[in-house]
């Protein structure tokens, strides 16, 4: 059984980018947390980056598809700006029944009043914001509790 992680727009420089708000791990440090948080669950990681919106839909409704055809449990997804902009990233997670756990590494409600709304979290089954790279095993892990309570 898979578990998705999808990151968005820019978080292929995570470690480089404003390493004052996001930390210097770098994205294939996050990958291998995820990784450990998978295996520590029985469970297969497929961990993705990108930075065109499109790919995201198209991602979202394949685990969307993999869930339903029992292959996978659901996604983790940090869209990064998308996140405050995207209506198509918000009815494709709706549109795709997709259980995702929706991440920001950063405090976004510290932050600028931009990022303070979320087109994914109202359809969202769980938000972890503030944890820094953290949040993506904490994403993971209560992905599974929510998912498989009896095994958690
Ligand atoms: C982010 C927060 C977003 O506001 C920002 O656009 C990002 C990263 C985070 O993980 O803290 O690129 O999603």
């Given at each position: 059984t898979t578990v998705f992680v999808f990151n968005g727009p820019n978080l292929n420089l995570l470690g480089v980018r404003r390493p004052d708000v996001y930390?210097?791990?770098v994205l294939a440090d996050v990958e291998a947390l995820c990784r450990d948080e998978c295996a520590r669950h029985d469970l297969e990681l497929d961990f993705r980056q990108t930075n065109h919106e499109g790919v995201l839909v198209d991602w979202v409704q394949e685990a969307g598809a993999a869930v339903k055809a029992g292959t996978a449990l659901g996604a983790v997804l940090n869209a990064a700006a998308y996140t405050h902009t995207s209506v198509a990233l918000h009815d494709a997670v709706e549109g795709a029944e997709l259980p995702t756990i929706e991440v920001h590494?950063?405090?976004?409600?510290?932050?600028?009043?931009?990022?303070?709304?979320?087109?994914v979290s109202p359809v969202a089954a769980g938000i972890v914001v503030?944890?820094?790279?953290?949040g993506y095993a904490l994403a993971i892990d209560g992905l599974v509790r929510l998912r498989r309570p009896s095994r958690s």
């Open positions: 930390g210097t791990t590494v950063s405090n976004v409600h510290g932050r600028e009043t931009f990022r303070h709304h979320s087109y503030g944890f820094g790279v953290t």
